[in-house]
């Protein structure tokens, strides 16, 4: 079966041919065999149901292909099915036909006939268009080609003379923004997809369930005056496409990029690049500081806890009054309280959590490691960092595999070097940079490839805070309770762990 846009509809009249035979004059005449049935000379009147989602209806004539023909059948009353086909149309969706009903010479044709109808392919040598329903969940490369193969139009009651064929088979647009996105069909079986991206498209019957745990969703497609589906998840600009695993069952999303403050009027964002770093011409922001506040600029450290509403994101000097500044912490030792930028939803990793995610979630040492992203070639501007790998990686068509075994000593022999655009082609893969850009205390570490980034947990015992140190030389991290002080500016990365996509269907 073709498109509803590109097909034809052959109109066979139904002939009988008598053939007789001469017989000798002297031969006794060949007794007339008794027929098993009554043949009803029947006219129909065949139309396409349009469906909901097809405003402008679909042309009858457009709907069939070379071979397909109209199949009315039912046991208890017909010797054996009609087969219809035709090739005059009488309206955009409708099209009359006769045939020659052989009815059982038990009925009476005078009672109501209760027939149904099936449009099947007389041609097709595959296991679909064959006149039975379609039960199967296929995935389909688009859905005009779907619709060719997989159609299944019925009619299971003819009234009046008139076949009215409607389409049971569903057709689906699946897009998903995230890696590792799961969607399950099941229609009395089920089919897993375990890594979605992009648009998928499938074919499925009336009634099939899709559902997505990641994004909370379920829905039956029942609509009966409906056949092609749009399901489309959204996720929000400000992360990573992709899944990350911090504990058994847990997984987070990351920050586009690390989190910026300007202190001149108190403003928060995202760094506009994941390797986006302030400050990188300023030595010494101790000295400059009171400069550096009053000027358009932004800052990328933070005092351990200053990024959560009612901190203190602008005392960024050794000096500064300690004594005014208190980190929120709950019960359980974790910073308290909503991020100011965003709220409640971002938060930061525990230690725990950042160990999980490097150390122990499925091949963890092969998706982190060090890293350089070559901003200008020209001008030899680099910046080293600390790659992470989602759960579901697949390394970009055109790039060498992510390495993540590996110690040297100097930044060129470091294997994971990209250039803009083949870093864009791994962010949008789902991977993550942490750029290595030191701390702050009095002056920026000079310690090129060490950075420190802060986690949620805080030991009260030191009166400092935890983080990891990794070193973007090599493919391990550092320390996994890095402590922190307060007076200690550091990078921040954010996550969000609650279900963050929404999806449409239409």
Not at 226 to 246: G, H, M, N, Q, R
Not at 365 to 372: E, I, P, R, S
Request: a negative charge; hydrophobic letters at 35%.
């Amino acid at each position: 079966m073709k498109t509803y846009i590109n097909t034809f509809i052959c109109f066979l009249a139904l002939s009988l041919i008598a053939t007789s035979c001469h017989k000798d004059d002297n031969e006794d005449p060949t007794p007339i065999e008794e027929k098993d049935f009554q043949t009803v000379p029947y006219s129909f009147t065949a139309t396409l149901t349009p469906m909901s989602d097809n405003p402008e209806g679909i042309e009858l004539k457009k709907a069939f292909a070379n071979g397909d023909v109209i199949e009315v059948t039912n046991a208890q009353i017909l010797y054996e099915p009609l087969v219809l086909s035709c090739t005059e149309f009488n309206g955009k969706t409708a099209a009359t036909f006769s045939g020659e009903l052989k009815v059982k010479k038990d009925v009476d044709v005078a009672s109501t006939l209760r027939l149904s109808a099936v449009l099947k392919n007389t041609n097709t040598k595959t296991l679909y268009n064959s006149g039975k329903p379609f039960t199967d969940v296929v995935e389909i490369s688009n859905t005009t080609d779907g619709f060719d193969q997989y159609s299944y139009w019925s009619c299971a009651n003819i009234v009046d003379n008139k076949i009215e064929l409607t389409q049971s088979t569903v057709f689906v647009e699946v897009n998903m923004p995230l890696l590792g996105t799961v969607v399950n069909l099941t229609n009395g079986q089920a089919f897993d997809n375990p890594r979605l991206k992009g648009k998928h498209y499938y074919a499925v019957s009336n009634g099939t369930t899709v559902e997505c745990k990641e994004l909370l969703f379920k829905q039956k497609l029942d609509n009966k005056d409906k056949s092609f589906y749009k399901i489309t998840a959204t996720l929000s600009e400000d992360l990573i496409p992709a899944l990350f695993s911090i504990g058994e069952n847990q997984q987070v999303y990351f920050s586009r990029g690390n989190l910026q403050y300007r202190p001149m009027d108190g403003k928060w964002r995202l760094a506009p690049q994941q390797y986006h770093h302030c400050l990188k011409n300023t030595q010494d922001v101790g000295e400059d500081y009171a400069k550096w506040k009053e000027e358009d600029d932004w800052s990328d450290y933070f005092w351990f806890g200053a990024w959560v509403e009612g901190g203190s994101p602008n005392w960024a000097k050794e000096n500064a009054l300690l004594v005014d500044y208190q980190v929120p912490v709950d019960a359980n030792g974790y910073v308290s309280g909503a991020c100011a930028f965003g709220g409640a939803k971002w938060t930061l990793l525990t230690i725990d959590e950042w160990s999980y995610l490097l150390e122990k979630r499925a091949n963890a040492k092969q998706k982190t490691g060090g890293a350089v992203i070559i901003i200008d070639q020209a001008n030899n501007i680099k910046i080293n960092g600390w790659v992470i790998l989602p759960d579901d990686w697949v390394t970009p068509n055109n790039l060498k595999p992510f390495e993540g075994e590996f110690e040297v000593q100097y930044e060129k022999d470091i294997p994971n070097q990209y250039t803009i655009e083949e870093w864009s082609e791994m962010e949008s893969s789902g991977a993550v940079f942490l750029p290595a850009i030191g701390q702050l205390f009095e002056t920026i570490a000079s310690l090129k490839g060490y950075a420190q980034y802060q986690s949620l947990t805080y030991s009260v015992n030191q009166d400092a805070g935890c983080g990891i140190c990794f070193d973007a030389f090599s493919n391990y991290v550092l320390c996994y309770d890095w402590a922190i002080l307060k007076q200690m500016g550091t990078p921040v990365r954010l996550v969000q762990k609650n279900v963050t996509a929404t999806v449409k269907v239409e």
